[in-house]
């Protein structure tokens, strides 16, 4: 079994499952001179080319995966009792991806993403809902424009572990490892 297809199996057990959020990823980033940073967004895509979220590329997370392109994702699906963690390099979706994912959304999340300068300070909420109001009014009756600053990013695995937890603390931890076309598999210690 390729990791894809466990990974797809795991996804559709925990969606089966998990109560809340089962698309819900921890991704880390970390600026040039290595300071980490981590939050939680959501996976919107994912196959054999990798696992897709969208964001604002003008965010701190934006920033730091523009000036490091390696991000490292987790899942922790509490409900299955079991974790996959996921490194790799990225890269942004096409515009035609993005695009069709931004007309995928409900329109208030579309204005969000428009007014939203993610990551910026923010005198008071106010502001922020004022933006939208005028953004609504401004489009209204007419479908919004994805931002340019607006897209997704694709992280393509080198490495990609699979936790399986037990009571008794006996781990079991299954890790792929890139090799030219295809993946080399091993076992970790708990």
Not at 8 to 36: L, R
Not at 104 to 127: M, N, V
Not at 141 to 156: A, Y
Request: proline share 6%.
């Amino acid at each position: 079994m390729n990791p894809f297809q466990l990974f797809d199996a795991w996804y559709e057990e925990a969606k089966a499952s998990e109560p809340a959020d089962p698309n819900a990823m921890a991704v880390a980033t970390a600026t040039p001179d290595a300071i980490p940073s981590v939050r939680v967004v959501l996976l919107k895509n994912h196959g054999p080319d990798g696992f897709v979220f969208y964001t604002n590329m003008e965010s701190r997370k934006g920033d730091e995966l523009t000036a490091n392109p390696r991000a490292a994702l987790c899942f922790h699906w509490k409900s299955t009792y079991k974790q996959v963690r996921i490194e790799g390099r990225i890269e942004q979706v096409s515009d035609a991806e993005a695009d069709a994912y931004f007309a995928s959304r409900g329109r208030a999340k579309q204005l969000a993403a428009i007014a939203s300068r993610q990551s910026r300070p923010l005198h008071d909420f106010a502001t922020f809902e004022q933006e939208i109001a005028a953004l609504d009014a401004e489009f209204e009756g007419r479908d919004l424009p994805r931002p340019d600053h607006w897209s997704g990013v694709r992280v393509i695995p080198d490495q990609i572990e699979f936790w399986e937890g037990t009571q008794e603390r006996t781990h079991h931890r299954r890790q792929f490892v890139r090799d030219g076309d295809g993946w080399k598999e091993g076992l970790l210690y708990p």
